[in-house]
Nanobody, 121 residues
Framework: QVLLVESGGGLVQPGGSLRLSCAASESVFSFLSLRWWRQAPGKQRELVAT???????EYADPVKGRFTISKDNGKKTGFLQMNSLKPEDTAVYYC???????????????WGQGTQVTVSS
């Protein structure tokens, strides 16, 4: 079953903003940590931002000061606010989270389907 669904990608001009969302299925018991990754054509997937279950946040150097990761535990949804976008931010963005699919289950690692972000004039 699909446990993480992403939305919010698209085409934006340099300097613009986008907000990505990563929603866990209603049936998910808890959404613990969240990570956003990206993969540009011909490049390896890279970790962009992380927020742990305790709220500890880390960013990759290329996005520091421009991207903000957050998570709404009540809505079981994570976000990546991306400002001052650059052409080099163009990539498929993936959310990746540690989810507890039901009460009592061991947390496991799940991935969203990916969403394309294109920064171009």
């Amino acid at each position: 079953q699909v446990l993480l669904v992403e939305s919010g990608g698209g085409l934006v001009q340099p300097g613009g903003s986008l907000r990505l969302s990563c929603a866990a299925s209603e049936s998910v018991f808890s959404f613990l940590s969240l990570r956003w990754w990206r993969q540009a054509p011909g490049k390896q997937r890279e970790l962009v931002a992380t927020i742990t279950s305790r709220g500890v946040i880390e960013y990759a150097d290329p996005v520091k000061g421009r991207f903000t990761i957050s998570k709404d535990n009540g809505k079981k949804t994570g976000f990546l606010q991306m400002n001052s976008l650059k052409p080099e931010d163009t990539a498929v963005y993936y959310c990746n989270g540690d989810l507890q699919p039901f009460r009592g289950a061991m947390p496991d690692d799940y991935w969203g389907q990916g969403t394309q972000v294109t920064v171009s004039s």
